[in-house]
């Protein structure tokens, strides 16, 4: 996978240079400091060879730990100019392999090639959205269309605009594709609550009204709350908060 093959050049990276400051250090305190520590050994009245380790020791660690530190330091200034303070927008992921199978009509292979994609990248909503529209449009498959949309919501990392755009979605699917009125109840509340102050929210508010009230009549035994949505549902061709007629 790209991941792994972008770590590994990172390591193969990292080792080189570390590598390279070794060897350099090595060339200088094998001369420099073994030279120098044991001449001043001798001009202390101590033993040259153990001046020559020392000053071989003393010199090849600062050498190799300074030069690392001017490698990293030119790693944050490279890092700095591509990408400062980390506020550069990273590109946008076009899921290429997943739309190509859309575009074949290979509309199995990329569902899976999108749920693999929600997994590799959890917090982007738009392998869900894909995934979700791929299964209501193409596959007929609308419960786990819902399904999708949920996880997107509950899993990715949505602005407010698409958690909006992501209940409505879930509502019409309860009423269009599945015909189940009552679990949209629950979304149209979450829509009300979360975007109280949004044509939406002011919409499904007198949804609401009007399906409790076919509530009031399914519980005073008059008639399926069920039956009495869709016939209405029909009745206004789409004038609902689904939208189309199903």
């Known amino acids: 996978m790209p991941r792994k093959k972008r770590l590994k050049d990172t390591d193969l990276a990292d080792k080189a240079q570390r590598l390279q400051a070794g060897l350099w250090a090595l060339a200088v305190a094998s001369t420099m400091g073994t030279i120098g520590g044991a001449g001043l050994a001798y001009l202390n009245g101590l033993s040259p060879i153990l001046g020559a380790v020392f000053g071989f020791a003393f010199l090849y660690s600062g050498i190799y730990f300074g030069a690392m530190r001017m490698l990293a330091g030119a790693a944050r200034v490279a890092g700095m100019l591509h990408g400062p303070s980390g506020l550069s927008t990273p590109a946008k992921r076009e899921y290429s392999r997943a739309q190509s199978l859309v575009a074949r009509g290979?509309?199995?292979?990329?569902?899976?090639?999108?749920?693999?994609?929600?997994?590799?990248?959890?917090?982007?909503?738009?392998?869900?959205?894909?995934?979700?529209?791929?299964?209501?449009?193409?596959?007929?498959?609308?419960?786990?269309?819902?399904?999708?949309?949920?996880?997107?919501?509950?899993?990715?990392?949505?602005?407010?605009?698409?958690?909006?755009?992501?209940?409505?979605?879930?509502?019409?699917?309860?009423?269009?594709?599945?015909?189940?009125?009552?679990?949209?109840?629950?979304?149209?509340?979450?829509?009300?609550?979360?975007?109280?102050?949004?044509?939406?929210?002011?919409?499904?508010?007198?949804?609401?009204?009007?399906?409790?009230?076919?509530?009031d009549r399914e519980r005073n035994g008059t008639e399926d709350f069920t039956s009495q949505f869709l016939a209405r549902f029909t009745d206004r061709s789409g004038d609902s908060a689904g939208g189309e007629s199903p």
């Open 106 to 215: 290979l509309y199995e292979e990329a569902s899976v090639a999108y749920e693999v994609h929600c997994l590799e990248y959890k917090e982007d909503p738009e392998p869900y959205f894909r995934l979700a529209r791929l299964l209501r449009d193409h596959l007929n498959k609308p419960e786990e269309s819902v399904s999708w949309f949920k996880r997107a919501r509950a899993d990715a990392m949505l602005t407010s605009g698409q958690q909006l755009q992501v209940t409505q979605e879930i509502i019409e699917l309860y009423i269009q594709k599945l015909h189940q009125p009552r679990k949209a109840l629950p979304e149209l509340a979450y829509l009300c609550k979360e975007f109280a102050d949004t044509p939406a929210a002011e919409g499904a508010r007198r949804e609401l009204a009007e399906m409790r009230t076919m509530l």
